[in-house]
């Protein structure tokens, strides 16, 4: 399986940005798909998954400003980012799991200027 991350880039507090990870390859069953954050210095974070049921779990930090969909025809899943604050910048990564086996994406930086 691979995935292809895209949408990360510069914008100034307050605004948007979406984020979408496209997945290909050999795929039967995605359990999970997922959004991680990592600053400098800091360890990696989950900001936000949804299940194949459409459940889904949000960083509290993050709540009510990032919302994650998923478009399983497409296997794709996008993180969309509103009120973005400079403590939101680092890269973010795209992450499946897939018939139980876990892949990573490239990493797509966001940076927020004050």
């Known amino acids: 399986v691979q995935l292809q991350a895209s949408g990360g880039g510069l914008v100034q507090a307050g605004g948007s940005l979406r984020l979408s990870c496209a997945a290909s390859?050999?795929?039967?069953?995605?359990?999970?798909m997922a959004w991680y954050r990592q600053a400098p210095g800091k360890q990696r974070e989950l900001v936000a998954r949804i299940f194949s049921s459409g459940n889904t779990n949000v960083l509290n930090s993050v709540k009510g400003r990032f919302t994650i969909s998923r478009d399983n025809a497409k296997n794709t899943v996008y993180l969309q980012m509103n009120s973005l604050k400079p403590d939101d910048t680092a890269v973010y990564y795209c992450?499946?799991?897939?018939?139980?086996?876990?892949?990573w994406g490239q990493g797509t930086l966001v940076t927020v200027s004050s």
């Open positions: 390859g050999r795929i039967f069953n995605i359990n999970v």
């Open positions: 992450n499946v799991i897939e018939s139980f086996v876990t892949y």
